[in-house]
């Protein structure tokens, strides 16, 4: 079974800097895809980049890129320049195996302060 | 393109009494998902449908919680009888295919007393 590990529960950030959350996770297959979601206080689910493993290059969406090491098993989200609108939860989750589960994370509680 | 629809958005019910939500997902997505997300945790899938055919509910509890997904639609997730620890925020998403990337309706939030 695979697991997701969000060490960081909470964080916080001051307008128009840059952080990081982390996110490692287990598996033992090979081809699979790791995301990163954000939850705003309204509860919707919204994707905010995606990675296939296969890929050797990091996924890059706008203010929003990923470091992944895939031997790590480690799948980090950087946001740059940092907004109000970016205060959420963020979820990291993993899709793999037969049926493309998704396997959630604890979730880290981001707060951009002005 | 309008998003994943689900209702009621709030439900609050007395323990063992029944509840049903409803979700209607994006148009053409084959996949569609319920997952509950108890406070202060990431979300836990329930059930997967691809068109009306069930792909795994190995994380549904069958004695109380059941799901169909009629023609490959519309799908209706039922608690009977709900439990205190039902309370949660239960989510519906959908996807094009299996591995596709699957995109969250607004969620309901359940409270039961």
């Known amino acids: 079974a695979q697991t997701v590990t969000q060490s960081q529960p909470e964080m916080s950030v001051q307008e128009a800097e840059t952080v990081t959350l982390s996110c490692t996770y287990d598996?033992?297959?090979?081809?699979?895809?790791l995301f990163w979601y954000k939850q705003p206080p309204s509860r919707q689910m919204i994707l905010v980049i995606r990675?296939?493993?296969?890929?050797?290059q990091n996924a890059t969406e706008n203010r929003f890129s990923v470091n992944f090491q895939k031997a790590a098993k480690s799948f980090s989200l950087k946001i740059s320049d940092s907004q109000l609108g970016d205060t959420a939860m963020y979820f990291c989750?993993?899709?793999?195996?037969?049926?493309?589960?998704?396997?959630f994370g604890k979730g880290t509680l981001l707060t951009v302060n002005p | 393109e309008a998003g994943v629809a689900q209702s009621p958005r709030y439900k609050i019910i007395e323990k063992r009494q029944s509840v049903a939500f409803w979700c209607n997902p994006i148009?053409?997505?084959?996949?569609l998902y319920w997952y509950q997300q108890i406070l202060g945790q990431g979300p836990k899938l329930l059930i997967q449908?691809?068109?009306?055919?069930?792909?795994?509910d190995s994380q549904l509890p069958k004695d109380r919680f059941s799901a169909e997904r009629l023609k490959g639609v519309d799908s209706t997730l039922k608690i009977q009888p709900a439990k205190l620890e039902d309370s949660a925020v239960y989510l519906c998403?959908?996807?094009?295919?299996?591995?596709?990337?699957?995109?969250f309706g607004p969620g309901t939030r359940l409270l039961v007393l």
């Open positions: 998403a959908s996807s094009p295919g299996g591995r596709e990337t699957q995109y």
């Open positions: 990675q296939e493993a296969y890929k050797q």
């Open positions: 989750a993993f899709g793999g195996g037969s049926n493309y589960k998704l396997t």
């Open positions: 449908f691809q068109n009306n055919g069930v792909v795994d």
């Open positions: 148009s053409g997505h084959a996949t």
């Open positions: 598996t033992s297959e090979n081809n699979y895809y």
